[in-house]
């Protein structure tokens, strides 16, 4: 273990590769080149442009899987998702061991993967790990050691040969028999699949698996064919109604709706709000209930953004049609009213990780932003942020696009001040995700602290009436409410679990197993 | 020198690299890993996304310019484009020396860069050269030798890494500050512009040039900003009227119109024309009206194709608005039908070399096709055909999609029997860019000649009362009216001025200086 730039102990070497701890903000020049995957020729391809193949395990032989090697897939079903679970339940009964599963994240739905992390059907998983298997993760249960990673550094480790991924599962809600696939059209339709583009980039072989096969070219073809090895039909690709919720509600909390209220506000007194600006909030709540309270603002004042970042709702595809903004830049789509819009708007445009956050390219969409709307499972007076666990030491969150979104201009946490009556803002946090020279401003419902580095937003907001705190202000008055700060959480600080990566690659902290 | 497996004399050094002759279709499998650009970091670019530089000059500097380096641009702008010759301007200003050009191909307006090819600021030309370039190569005038490749061939050249660029240079009928780019809208619009994927995705340094610079995001990003360092704005890309004729007329020779009407009807009696169909054709008077003959008989038979492939004019428009096909995929526009229809019409689509031609891909469209309409200077009877040079010798064309479009199910040469007293059938082309076993039909105004190996199609025409022939019979018809065969080129065996290159990166065919 070694001490990085942030104070943190992480491992130099993790599942027996080297790493690089974490150097400080912009401090860390990666060196080399981008991965490089073996040309290929078109002479070992059907010239007839028909790759299916009968069966995932069929494919799967095809593509010459063998122990020990990298299978990735993708989230975009999210909670609906039942191919990754055909597609291990294949590479048991292929007798395959050790597989280094590396989703772009997982969901209670791939509970049924435990069975193979026990039986070493699955060495260990590389990718945001949202509930049980985070939970399995925290007791130590699983062999290797997780590498948690934002949606661009994702992207960044397929591309800089940190991740080799062997084979690439992409379930594609509509595709072609040439491999051409997306997420628009079909019964699994999840708006857009982008999260799999770089292992369709970067993955030796790559496997389509599609419920809705159409006559080539299915269009738009947002995962190229020209990338991909086999196609798989399958009957269906998961629980439709858990792949996208269909109705995404508005908090009704009068706690959080004071948040959201804050939050319009704060970016309206700011300065922020003007013709052309751009922000990005995620779903949840809190956030929704800010793009409402904002969009009045907006009309109000007769102004217009040059574009809105989803996850998007029905609330921002509202903003869209109703002209409050030119364009969606969209991540992924949460709910049937984005993925409707997708489909009907050409100004709804599908972004990948590559285009919005990869940190090892000629810039991203994310510092261009002028505002990023986050969430936080804690922070602390130095406005660092944790989103992966809790104060009780659980891994139970993946990182998604949120460090990414730290380098937008002004970078808001909108966090209830407690949750079940364990403080929000504490001394340290568990785990640092992101340093706090990124986190500008702290919305909660007691109290919004500006971080003392954005003297900018401080001028601009003195003669606000908004309620501008000092965050130790905020703390000491929620510690008072809740009865102290919370109990440190019982891990054993010998057993590393998963580590933390920051965007650029290097490791930020560690998580630790939980002494239950 | 070596003899290839098409018996063709081809160096087995060309500008100081090692070539592969020629091993036969289907013959030669690549090795090896695809070009590794270097890692970059979104720290050493503007975090507001602002890359503008105010000059090309500037940009070039930027780049870190220097002598012998490979500078590529694209030819989307045809023969309008100024950007070009504006770029070797500055090359020139700066003194630098010995440049590899490595455009997708040139134009008569390039003529001003003969110039530079003679004081030595361009080393030689990879590319395809239309005109004067050509005379100027074919004089055996350029330092060094010319390297001619298709459309995917140019791809798979810069994806393998045979051709490293250091600079790209992007023409950009509108481009946002970041670099992302497109070709539909803005003064100089041309459609698409994806003949400069592969300089976006593999170059070190890619600088965009735009006329119509629009506030960020610039969409569709058919160029993504993510792959681009720097951004200059110009007054101007060029003479509008050049870059899109505007009007594309149908030809009125009768000889012509009746080969057009013979290819419709082979379409159509040989049973390729039916539901889900698809076909590719050419700019060019014969093309357009097949087109329209072909047309005739989809509508009276109540047959729709699934999709068509452009080079799109208002003819294929007509055919998707009408209709007649599910999808244009498009390569570039020929006229300003096409450019609006792409901007307009979500299944005129826009594709790159990548998808429809690069052969060291995971498969590719041009060989999904069931018939390609394609022209050529030259055929010979055993069904080879040139496309680059003419029966003089000189190098007057450049390659194109051809080659690529050869592996479609159906691959008919539409040419007339003789050009201006000297026939076009003859025993040997001049230089080999098409192997007869790919070329399945060659219909003239005097017989269609169906390729030996197609017993398929000739028995599926065996009862038509098309006028199918022996190519040897239509030969020595068209030498009796000529009063014999064209005369042998007049070149020098000892200089060879250019290569062809075959759509895997090996050599096919030599080109020689023209004794004048």
Same mark, same amino acid.
């Given at each position: 273990m070694v001490k990085n730039a942030a104070g943190r102990l992480v491992p130099e070497v993790v599942n027996n590769q080297k790493q690089v701890p974490y150097k400080g903000i912009n401090k860390y020049r990666p060196k080399g080149v981008k991965h490089r995957p073996a040309v290929r020729s078109c002479m070992d391809y059907p010239f007839d442009g028909n790759k299916c193949v009968e069966s995932i395990k069929a494919a799967l032989v095809k593509a010459g899987i063998k122990d020990g090697m990298t299978i990735s897939t993708h989230h975009h079903l999210r909670n609906g998702d039942i191919v990754t679970n055909m597609l291990f339940d294949a590479v048991k009964e292929l007798g395959i061991k050790n597989i280094r599963w590396f989703p772009s994240a997982s969901f209670s739905c791939h509970q049924h993967l435990i069975q193979y992390l026990e039986d070493g059907t699955i060495h260990h998983i590389e990718g945001s790990m949202n509930g049980p298997l985070g939970k399995y993760t925290s007791q130590g249960k699983m062999k290797g050691i997780g590498i948690l990673r934002s949606h661009g550094?994702?992207?960044?480790?397929?591309?800089?040969?940190?991740?080799?991924?062997?084979? @690439?599962?992409?379930?594609?809600?509509?595709?072609?028999?040439?491999?051409?696939?997306?997420?628009? !059209?079909?019964? @699994?339709?999840?708006?857009?699949?982008?999260?799999?583009?770089?292992?369709?980039?970067?993955?030796?072989?790559?496997?389509?698996?599609?419920?809705?096969?159409v006559p080539f070219p299915c269009v738009p073809w947002q995962i190229q064919g020209n990338n991909v090895d086999f196609v798989v039909k399958v009957d269906s690709l998961g629980d439709s109604s858990k792949i996208v919720s269909g109705t995404t509600e508005v908090t009704k909390s009068p706690d959080r709706l004071l948040i959201a209220e804050y939050v319009a506000r704060f970016i309206e007194e700011s300065g922020i709000m003007k013709d052309g600006f751009s922000f990005q909030a995620g779903s949840g709540g809190t956030n929704l209930a800010f793009v409402l309270?904002?969009?009045?603002?907006?009309?109000?004042?007769?102004?217009?953004?040059?574009?809105?970042?989803?996850?998007?709702?029905?609330?921002?595809?509202?903003?869209?049609?109703?002209?409050?903004?030119?364009?969606?830049?969209?991540?992924?789509?949460?709910?049937?009213?984005?993925?409707?819009?997708?489909?009907?708007?050409?100004?709804?445009?599908?972004?990948?990780?590559?285009?919005?956050?990869?940190?090892?390219?000629?810039?991203?969409?994310?510092?261009?932003?002028?505002?990023?709307?986050?969430? @936080? !499972?804690?922070?602390?007076?130095?406005?660092?942020?944790?989103?992966?666990?809790?104060?009780?030491?659980?891994?139970?969150?993946?990182?998604?696009?949120?460090?990414?979104?730290?380098?937008?201009?002004?970078?808001?946490?909108?966090?209830?001040?407690?949750?079940?009556?364990?403080?929000?803002?504490?001394?340290?946090?568990?785990?640092?995700?992101?340093?706090?020279?990124l986190v500008d401003v702290i919305?909660?419902?007691?109290?919004?602290?500006?971080?003392?580095?954005?003297?900018d937003l401080l001028d601009a907001l003195k003669d606000s009436n908004l309620p501008i705190r000092d965050i130790k202000d905020i703390k000491r008055e929620v510690d008072e409410m809740c009865g102290g700060k919370p109990q440190k959480p019982k891990i054993d600080p010998k057993k590393v679990v998963a580590v933390v990566k920051w965007v650029d690659g290097t490791v930020l902290d560690s998580i630790y197993k939980v002494k239950e």
């Amino acid at each position: 273990m070694v001490k990085n730039a942030a104070g943190r102990l992480v491992p130099e070497v993790v599942n027996n590769q080297k790493q690089v701890p974490y150097k400080g903000i912009n401090k860390y020049r990666p060196k080399g080149v981008k991965h490089r995957p073996a040309v290929r020729s078109c002479m070992d391809y059907p010239f007839d442009g028909n790759k299916c193949v009968e069966s995932i395990k069929a494919a799967l032989v095809k593509a010459g899987i063998k122990d020990g090697m990298t299978i990735s897939t993708h989230h975009h079903l999210r909670n609906g998702d039942i191919v990754t679970n055909m597609l291990f339940d294949a590479v048991k009964e292929l007798g395959i061991k050790n597989i280094r599963w590396f989703p772009s994240a997982s969901f209670s739905c791939h509970q049924h993967l435990i069975q193979y992390l026990e039986d070493g059907t699955i060495h260990h998983i590389e990718g945001s790990m949202n509930g049980p298997l985070g939970k399995y993760t925290s007791q130590g249960k699983m062999k290797g050691i997780g590498i948690l990673r934002s949606h661009g550094g994702r992207y960044q480790a397929v591309q800089d040969g940190e991740v080799h991924i062997d084979i @690439a599962v992409i379930a594609a809600p509509t595709a072609d028999p040439f491999g051409n696939a997306n997420g628009v !059209t079909g019964p @699994a339709a999840c708006g857009l699949i982008g999260f799999a583009l770089a292992d369709s980039e970067y993955a030796d072989r790559v496997i389509v698996v599609t419920d809705n096969m159409v006559p080539f070219p299915c269009v738009p073809w947002q995962i190229q064919g020209n990338n991909v090895d086999f196609v798989v039909k399958v009957d269906s690709l998961g629980d439709s109604s858990k792949i996208v919720s269909g109705t995404t509600e508005v908090t009704k909390s009068p706690d959080r709706l004071l948040i959201a209220e804050y939050v319009a506000r704060f970016i309206e007194e700011s300065g922020i709000m003007k013709d052309g600006f751009s922000f990005q909030a995620g779903s949840g709540g809190t956030n929704l209930a800010f793009v409402l309270f904002l969009k009045e603002r907006m009309k109000a004042k007769g102004i217009k953004a040059r574009f809105v970042r989803g996850g998007s709702t029905k609330y921002l595809v509202e903003l869209l049609e109703e002209g409050l903004t030119d364009y969606i830049l969209d991540g992924q789509t949460f709910d049937l009213e984005g993925v409707r819009s997708m489909r009907e708007n050409p100004s709804h445009v599908n972004t990948s990780p590559f285009t919005s956050y990869n940190f090892h390219g000629k810039g991203n969409f994310a510092s261009m932003i002028d505002a990023a709307v986050l969430g @936080a !499972t804690e922070v602390d007076v130095n406005f660092n942020a944790n989103v992966v666990s809790h104060s009780d030491g659980y891994l139970l969150h993946g990182i998604g696009g949120w460090q990414n979104c730290l380098y937008s201009k002004c970078t808001i946490l909108a966090i209830p001040s407690f949750r079940d009556r364990i403080p929000v803002i504490i001394d340290s946090v568990t785990t640092l995700c992101g340093p706090g020279e990124l986190v500008d401003v702290i919305i909660t419902e007691r109290g919004i602290a500006i971080n003392p580095r954005r003297k900018d937003l401080l001028d601009a907001l003195k003669d606000s009436n908004l309620p501008i705190r000092d965050i130790k202000d905020i703390k000491r008055e929620v510690d008072e409410m809740c009865g102290g700060k919370p109990q440190k959480p019982k891990i054993d600080p010998k057993k590393v679990v998963a580590v933390v990566k920051w965007v650029d690659g290097t490791v930020l902290d560690s998580i630790y197993k939980v002494k239950e």
